[in-house]
């Protein structure tokens, strides 16, 4: 079964930087259009960034241009840089493909993955 695996998180202080990546556990699934979430302890989950399968990209008021969202040329992995890192940035980042993972130009629900931690002190 394909899953979603998330990676990149840590520990980090005001200002610095970190690199999520998301990709299928799989070998030939791909991702199209996808989103990157949060959820914060006692807050609700927050979409932060979305990429479309043409490469448009949308993000969230309070990451525009600190934030950037890209998958590299094979579709095979999403990724979210993240810049100048606030403590309101501390959550638990998923990755959520729209409509699955495809292979063979089939698409595939996938569970949500385990996620991955990032927290920024003060």
């Known amino acids: 079964q394909v899953y979603l695996v998330e990676s990149g998180g840590g520990l980090v202080q005001t200002g610095e930087s970190l690199r999520l990546s998301c990709a299928p556990s799989l070998r030939g699934f791909s991702i199209r259009s996808a989103g990157w979430y949060r959820q914060a302890p006692g807050k609700q989950r927050e979409l932060v960034a979305h990429?479309?399968?043409?490469?448009?990209?949308d993000y969230a008021d309070s990451v525009k241009g600190r934030f950037a969202i890209s998958k590299d040329t094979t579709q095979t992995t999403l990724y979210l840089q993240m810049n100048s890192l606030k403590p309101e940035d501390t959550a638990v980042y998923y990755c959520?493909?729209?409509?699955?993972?495809?292979?063979?130009?089939?698409?595939?629900?996938?569970?949500r993955g385990q996620g991955t931690q990032v927290t920024v002190s003060s």
């Open positions: 959520n493909p729209d409509n699955g993972v495809y292979h063979d130009g089939n698409a595939y629900r996938v569970p």
């Open positions: 990429i479309s399968s043409g490469g448009t990209t």
